[in-house]
């Protein structure tokens, strides 16, 4: 079965970074888009970025770009979101879904498989 597995969430201090990891198994698809999306207690759901595995072509929200760096592990079957200056509005919980269509972009509603999340805290 096809899943996918955040890690490396966890508590920093405005200005600081973290690593996430998306690990995807389970797929037998020949290429997909990886994307990144966020969402805060009580907010909707908001696309952070997104990645096409064969091409290496990346996106990024208005929100992070120049801060946030989306990158792929084809070996390891594995997409990194890069956060760097990290602000306290970046807080939320952090998925990655995985889209056969390579088309749904920013669009939630477009992707087919979700991971769990992993929470992001960033404190002033």
């Known amino acids: 079965e096809v899943q996918l597995v955040e890690s490396g969430g966890g508590w920093v201090q405005a200005g600081g970074s973290l690593r996430l990891s998306c690990t995807v198994s389970?797929?037998?698809?020949?290429?997909?888009?990886i994307g990144w999306f966020r969402q805060a207690p009580g907010k909707e759901r908001e696309g952070v970025g997104w990645i096409r595995r064969s091409e290496g072509w990346v996106y990024y929200a208005d929100s992070v770009k120049g801060r946030f760096t989306i990158s792929s592990d084809n070996a390891k079957n594995t997409v990194y979101l890069q956060m760097n200056s990290l602000k306290p509005e970046d807080t939320a919980v952090y998925y990655c879904?995985?889209?056969?269509?390579?088309?749904?972009?920013?669009?939630?509603?477009?992707?087919?498989?979700w991971g769990q999340g992993t929470q992001v805290t960033v404190s002033s």
């Open positions: 389970g797929f037998t698809f020949d290429d997909y888009n």
């Open positions: 879904a995985a889209d056969i269509t390579v088309i749904a972009g920013f669009y939630a509603s477009g992707y087919d498989y």
